[in-house]
């Protein structure tokens, strides 16, 4: 079955979360087919629904890990659902991604809260709630004038941080970003090209924070981790799910965004009304079914084997699916 998570910790989690909710355990029990007994519990595998045979479903992702391991899960898990479908989890940016939605060229793909809030419907980053459910419900009917459609979002957020080595950190007494004044004229930060026009990002460590770097340098997204490693730069644009601060978590701090500049991002799997209501309510209960274990933790660990561990996207999606019991 090739469940070899690194940590045990990423099964643990999810056995615990999956007792939390009441599905049924596979463990050494008399009873260990389906259907959880005398207490009422439920399972979690999906079944494949026989009135779901023949509807076409193409799933989209952007272009980068997290989306790629995420679009296959979304993917399997509604394969498992019994609706056929198709991948196409390379599309680039959000607008692209957007664009192919709208154009019916895939039926859906994830996105994130705030990414959606900023670049497509014009909020202010300091104006995207914090709740995530907030968020969400700011977010559908301006989905719906345009055809589409969100699902309720996973418990996860992945945002933009500003980081650097603990060492770093501890040598100048940085918690947070507020304590960057009177430093940062004399530090390096790096991020990606478009970070300099970005409001979640240098510009608004300037508008909002009233930061001034000493050098602004622009990176591959890829090498976000490298310039802290190489002190080629003082301070880097990173994720919150990013693999090196699962994998490495006492080698790098993340400063406390204490004025909510760099906005949260949980992911909303966003597809067309149209497809949506053609797959019927299999879709909707399968999507919200297998980003149920979906926590920081275990987002940052599926993130850390394909970028550290240079496992593929499909094979750690099924290995998620699988150990959560959403498919055998």
């Known amino acids: ?167 770093t950190a501890d040598e100048l007494g940085l918690e947070s970003i507020s304590d960057l004044e009177g430093q940062s004229e004399e530090l390096t930060l790096a991020g990606s090209p478009e970070c300099r026009q970005r409001i979640d990002c240098l510009l608004g460590l300037q508008e909002n924070y009233g930061l001034e770097f000493g050098k602004f340098t622009p990176i591959d997204i890829g090498l976000r981790y490298e310039v802290l490693d190489k002190d080629d730069a003082d301070l880097s644009i990173l994720f919150t799910t990013d693999a090196q601060l699962y994998t490495d978590p006492d080698m790098y701090t993340i400063l406390e965004d204490d004025k909510g500049v760099l906005p949260a991002g949980n992911i909303l799997f966003v597809a067309s009304q149209e497809a949506a209501e053609e797959a019927g309510p299999d879709f909707a209960s399968t999507v919200e079914a297998v980003q149920e274990n979906l926590s920081l933790e275990v987002m940052q660990e599926l993130n850390s084997r394909v970028d550290i561990d240079k496992e593929k996207p499909e094979d750690v999606a099924a290995d998620y699916l699988r150990a959560s019991g959403y498919i055998e």
């Not at 192919?100 to 995207?128: C, H, K, M, Q, R």
């Not at 914090?130 to 699902?151: R, Y």
């Open 1 to 167: 079955m090739n469940l070899d998570f690194r940590l045990r910790s990423l099964l643990a989690l999810l056995a615990a979360m999956v007792l939390a909710l009441g599905f049924a355990a596979c463990g050494d029990d008399d009873e260990d087919e389906g259907g959880g007994g005398e207490g009422g519990g439920e399972s979690a595998l999906i079944e494949a629904n026989p009135e779901n045979e023949g509807i076409q479903l193409t799933i989209g992702s952007k272009n980068f890990t997290e989306q790629f391991i995420l679009g296959e899960i979304y993917a399997q898990g509604l394969e498992a659902a019994g609706y056929t479908v198709k991948k196409d989890l390379n599309l680039g940016s959000e607008q692209i991604a957007l664009k192919a939605l709208e154009e019916g060229e895939i039926d859906a793909y994830p996105e994130y809260t705030s990414t959606a809030l900023t670049s497509f419907f014009e909020f202010a980053p300091e104006d995207v709630p914090s709740d995530a459910n907030q968020a969400f419900e700011e977010t559908t009917d301006d989905f719906e004038k345009l055809g589409l459609v969100a699902h309720p979002p996973t418990s996860f957020s992945s945002a933009n941080a500003v980081g650097l080595l603990a060492e």
